[in-house]
């Protein structure tokens, strides 16, 4: 071994590296042993109460229903959408909410405008929203990777050329979360997270313990959730339900083209107070393929749609998630 | 007239506060900062003779676990020093992954293939996600060994074939001390490397250097203009700071995060519950993390 190397390996006997500087262990360990807070038992109950503290909102409470749908990212697939409109008829919803994301990937993005409104679809602003209301130059999808920015930018760029000053305005008008009452729970309604519009919750990275937490700061029985384009349903040992909702934009990365939202059903408590049913949804997966090729669309994303595999915004997806996925 | 250096030297001024948003991310030293490498670019330059802090038992985790869940934790990592020289480390992970997803970042040398296996079984047994993070600091031998180590190039690659084999896909962790790893170009023979080991999912994360600890050697300390004054953040802006949403654990206490271990003044307290607090940003770290846009974790 060089000398060089042994230096390397041996430097720091009985001493500590203070930043830049070696130091006598013992000097190191004195000097944290004063350094930082030391509260009494008391005073640390009090700091946890202080950061567990409630934040409830003014966001007023709508219905109650005894049955609505809710959908996630729409992503300017009008033939998705006009499939959930019938589904959820035909299902009964009272009410049909939708949280956010209206543009992005599919052709056309105003074309989905009239459906919404003709449906009563009640909305939320997602990222998309909110970036084109404000004429922001990206999606602020949260990205890091350069790829999935890339396509990020590119399907970006398309839906902020292809939607008009009114119908940007009212994106601009629309909510950032509802509350709504499903006959005895109240059920706090995001795009992302109640915390940031751009926070993905997807299932392998949001533990019960967090929810917990999430939902006591946010008052509320249960919540509803979108962004990451994966659906799942977890019911916390406290009883209340935290739903993400999947998107009707696109596929769900299961090699299966069929798309997802959410129906909740009011039941009675013994019967757990509200039911949660993911529903896949039919629709004219082909029309739309061949709408987007018109459109000149990436043909990695016309692939998403025939095949149920996503080939784009992997980076983002946790280990499990990602395990599971094709690409 | 003087330079915008001399300028922020002379001025002083006080350090912005950066408030905790949410402790969302936990970190533990778990393996303190001892390490069976002495990489020329580790920011708190552990070493096999270094135990500034020392590894972490799992009582002393599970006691930090119990009040993390009560604070509703998001997320956990685990670091060292090099975490699988931790004699505990698979029975941390194991009480980790019942309550939230995990992440270890490891120099991949202890990765054989029973470890491995077992790694696997407690990924498949929990409901949360375990990410191996795993450093390499080059393309090849000729730039990855002066960094972290002669003959480490292919010890890793055999850690990281190991994983593989087990079927966990790890998270390839490269610094910009590796020349072009930042740019597209050098993502993609980073990319390359990783499909040849028969990757075809491959992940890769990139961080900027830390100058300090070795590094400070190595490359250069920071010069005295690299810090943060008040005013020169905009309000607001200081959310994309792992510290607003993470904290550090190590045997002697509660750091604000993962970078500042080394320095006494980074440590917030001796519990969770002590380390709720705001922090000044004025080590010259805290301007990297924030030009940057740095985060530590995955």
């Given at each position: 071994m060089s000398e060089t190397a042994l230096k390397k390996l041996t430097v720091h006997r009985g001493l500590a590296t203070w930043g830049e500087r070696l130091v006598p262990l013992g000097a190191f360990h004195a000097a944290t042993a004063a350094a930082g807070r030391r509260l009494a038992p008391a005073e640390r109950a009090a700091?946890?109460?202080?950061?567990?503290?409630?934040?409830?909102?003014?966001?007023?409470?709508?219905?109650?229903?005894?049955?609505?749908?809710?959908?996630?990212?729409?992503?300017?697939?009008?033939?998705?959408?006009?499939?959930?409109?019938?589904?959820?008829?035909?299902?009964?919803?009272?009410?049909?909410?939708?949280?956010?994301?209206?543009?992005?990937?599919?052709?056309?993005?105003?074309?989905?405008?009239?459906?919404?409104?003709?449906?009563?679809?009640?909305?939320?602003?997602?990222?998309?929203?909110?970036?084109?209301?404000?004429?922001?130059?990206?999606?602020?999808?949260?990205?890091?990777?350069?790829?999935?920015?890339?396509?990020?930018?590119?399907?970006?760029?398309?839906?902020?050329?292809?939607?008009?000053?009114?119908?940007?305005?009212?994106?601009g008008g629309l909510p950032h979360r509802r509350r709504v009452r499903v006959g005895d729970r109240e059920l706090?309604?995001?795009?992302?997270?109640?915390?940031?519009?751009?926070?993905?919750?997807?299932?392998?990275?949001?533990?019960?313990?967090?929810?917990?937490?999430?939902?006591?700061?946010?008052?509320?029985?249960?919540?509803?959730?979108?962004?990451?384009?994966?659906?799942?349903?977890?019911?916390?040992?406290?009883?209340?339900?935290?739903?993400?909702?999947?998107?009707?934009?696109?596929?769900?990365?299961?090699?299966d083209t069929r798309v997802w939202y959410a129906l909740l059903e009011a039941r009675g408590e013994s019967a757990g107070g509200l039911a949660v049913e993911l529903v896949p949804l039919v629709y004219d997966h082909p029309a739309l393929a061949a709408a987007m090729r018109r459109e000149r669309l990436p043909e990695e994303f016309v692939a998403t749609v025939l095949t149920g595999w996503w080939t784009t915004c992997l980076e983002i997806l946790p280990a499990r998630e990602r395990a599971a996925s094709r690409y | 007239m003087t330079s915008i250096a001399e300028e922020r030297t002379a001025a002083g001024g006080s350090a912005p506060r950066v408030e905790l948003r949410s402790l969302d991310t936990l970190w533990f030293q778990v393996g303190g900062t001892v390490c069976n490498?002495?990489?020329?670019?580790?920011?708190?330059?552990?070493?096999?003779?270094?135990?500034?802090?020392?590894m972490l038992r799992l009582a002393e985790v599970e006691r930090t676990l119990d009040e993390a869940v009560r604070l509703g934790v998001r997320e956990y990592y685990f670091t060292g020093g090099e975490p699988f020289l931790n004699?505990?480390?698979?029975?941390?992970?194991?009480?980790?992954?019942?309550?939230?997803?995990?992440?270890?970042?490891?120099?991949?040398?202890?990765?054989?293939?029973?470890?491995?296996?077992?790694?696997?079984?407690?990924?498949?047994?929990?409901d949360y996600s375990l990410d191996l993070r795993v450093s390499l600091d080059g393309y090849d031998a000729a730039t990855n060994d002066p960094i972290r180590g002669a003959g480490t190039f292919e010890r890793i690659l055999a850690g990281i074939r190991n994983l593989v084999a087990a079927g966990l896909n790890p998270v390839i962790t490269v610094t910009e001390v590796c020349r072009d790893a930042g740019t597209d170009a050098g993502k993609e023979r980073f990319f390359a490397l990783l499909r040849d080991l028969g990757i075809d999912k491959p992940r890769l994360k990139i961080l900027p250097v830390f100058q300090i600890g070795a590094e400070a050697e190595r490359g250069g300390a920071y010069a005295s203009w690299q810090r943060l004054r008040d005013g020169e953040v905009p309000p607001g802006g200081l959310d994309h700071l792992q510290c607003s949403a993470c904290r550090m654990v190590t045997d002697q206490g509660v750091w604000v995060c993962p970078i500042l271990v080394n320095e006494p003044s980074g440590k917030m307290g001796e519990t969770l519950a002590d380390s709720l607090g705001s922090f000044p940003l004025e080590h010259s770290a805290c301007w990297t993390c924030h030009v940057y846009g740095v985060s530590c974790k995955t």
């Amino acid at each position: 071994m060089s000398e060089t190397a042994l230096k390397k390996l041996t430097v720091h006997r009985g001493l500590a590296t203070w930043g830049e500087r070696l130091v006598p262990l013992g000097a190191f360990h004195a000097a944290t042993a004063a350094a930082g807070r030391r509260l009494a038992p008391a005073e640390r109950a009090a700091a946890e109460q202080t950061y567990l503290r409630s934040e409830r909102d003014a966001t007023p409470v709508e219905g109650p229903w005894s049955r609505i749908a809710v959908c996630g990212g729409v992503y300017s697939n009008r033939f998705g959408l006009a499939a959930l409109l019938e589904d959820a008829a035909r299902r009964g919803a009272e009410a049909i909410y939708c949280l956010g994301d209206l543009g992005g990937f599919g052709p056309e993005p105003e074309a989905v405008w009239p459906l919404l409104r003709q449906g009563n679809v009640r909305a939320i602003q997602g990222n998309y929203e909110e970036s084109l209301a404000a004429g922001r130059e990206d999606c602020n999808c949260g990205y890091t990777d350069p790829r999935d920015n890339h396509f990020a930018a590119l399907s970006y760029g398309y839906t902020a050329r292809g939607c008009s000053p009114a119908f940007r305005a009212w994106m601009g008008g629309l909510p950032h979360r509802r509350r709504v009452r499903v006959g005895d729970r109240e059920l706090l309604l995001v795009h992302g997270s109640p915390r940031r519009i751009n926070e993905f919750l997807f299932r392998s990275t949001a533990p019960v313990p967090f929810l917990e937490v999430l939902l006591d700061q946010n008052g509320c029985d249960g919540l509803l959730c979108t962004h990451t384009g994966l659906h799942w349903h977890r019911r916390l040992p406290s009883g209340r339900d935290v739903v993400n909702v999947g998107v009707i934009g696109r596929p769900a990365n299961d090699g299966d083209t069929r798309v997802w939202y959410a129906l909740l059903e009011a039941r009675g408590e013994s019967a757990g107070g509200l039911a949660v049913e993911l529903v896949p949804l039919v629709y004219d997966h082909p029309a739309l393929a061949a709408a987007m090729r018109r459109e000149r669309l990436p043909e990695e994303f016309v692939a998403t749609v025939l095949t149920g595999w996503w080939t784009t915004c992997l980076e983002i997806l946790p280990a499990r998630e990602r395990a599971a996925s094709r690409y | 007239m003087t330079s915008i250096a001399e300028e922020r030297t002379a001025a002083g001024g006080s350090a912005p506060r950066v408030e905790l948003r949410s402790l969302d991310t936990l970190w533990f030293q778990v393996g303190g900062t001892v390490c069976n490498l002495a990489c020329t670019h580790c920011f708190i330059s552990c070493s096999p003779t270094n135990h500034t802090h020392e590894m972490l038992r799992l009582a002393e985790v599970e006691r930090t676990l119990d009040e993390a869940v009560r604070l509703g934790v998001r997320e956990y990592y685990f670091t060292g020093g090099e975490p699988f020289l931790n004699p505990d480390m698979e029975a941390i992970l194991e009480a980790t992954l019942k309550i939230g997803p995990a992440g270890v970042l490891t120099n991949g040398l202890l990765l054989d293939p029973a470890r491995c296996a077992r790694l696997a079984a407690l990924a498949e047994a929990s409901d949360y996600s375990l990410d191996l993070r795993v450093s390499l600091d080059g393309y090849d031998a000729a730039t990855n060994d002066p960094i972290r180590g002669a003959g480490t190039f292919e010890r890793i690659l055999a850690g990281i074939r190991n994983l593989v084999a087990a079927g966990l896909n790890p998270v390839i962790t490269v610094t910009e001390v590796c020349r072009d790893a930042g740019t597209d170009a050098g993502k993609e023979r980073f990319f390359a490397l990783l499909r040849d080991l028969g990757i075809d999912k491959p992940r890769l994360k990139i961080l900027p250097v830390f100058q300090i600890g070795a590094e400070a050697e190595r490359g250069g300390a920071y010069a005295s203009w690299q810090r943060l004054r008040d005013g020169e953040v905009p309000p607001g802006g200081l959310d994309h700071l792992q510290c607003s949403a993470c904290r550090m654990v190590t045997d002697q206490g509660v750091w604000v995060c993962p970078i500042l271990v080394n320095e006494p003044s980074g440590k917030m307290g001796e519990t969770l519950a002590d380390s709720l607090g705001s922090f000044p940003l004025e080590h010259s770290a805290c301007w990297t993390c924030h030009v940057y846009g740095v985060s530590c974790k995955t």
